[in-house]
Structure formats: structure tokens, C-alpha cells
């Protein structure tokens, strides 16, 4: 909630389909649109949340359809997954 303190919690993802890339991330950005998003100022945040959004790390696995990327690549993303 709005109110709880920020904590760590665990939580599963769902395997890569054919057209994702999958990231080990190493650095994220945490900026004010996280806070804003931790305090619910825009009023449509589901908690728990996991804040951070600009993100650098190394691709581990790549869907059959993926061309433009490979295994042991160093990426960056920079918006919203």
C-alpha cells in the first residue's frame, strides 16, 4: 500500500515466449516516476510494485523469432518494460 514501507519480496515470471529477450539485469535507474508510482500520486499503482524502469544487463536467453539480439549481448533499456 501507499503507506507500507518499500521491502523485498519474491515473485515468479513467466518463461520467455518466441519473440522476447531475456535480461539478467545488473543496474537500474530508479527515478522521481518510480516515487510517483510507490505513493500512488497517479492513482492506478497495483501493489506490490516493483519500482525501477531504465535498466542496463546481459541477454541469457533469446524466443526463436528474436534476430536482432544474441546470448552474452550488453543491453540497455531505457523506457518502460
Known sequence: SVSAPLKLFTFE???????????????CGICHTDIHQWKNHWEHSNYPLVPGH??????????????RFRIGDRVGVGFIV
Open 13 to 27: 515470471r513467466r518463461l520467455p515466449n518466441d519473440d522476447d529477450v531475456l535480461i539478467r539485469i545488473y543496474y
Open 54 to 67: 531504465e535498466i542496463t544487463g546481459v541477454v541469457e536467453r533469446v524466443g526463436s523469432n528474436v534476430k
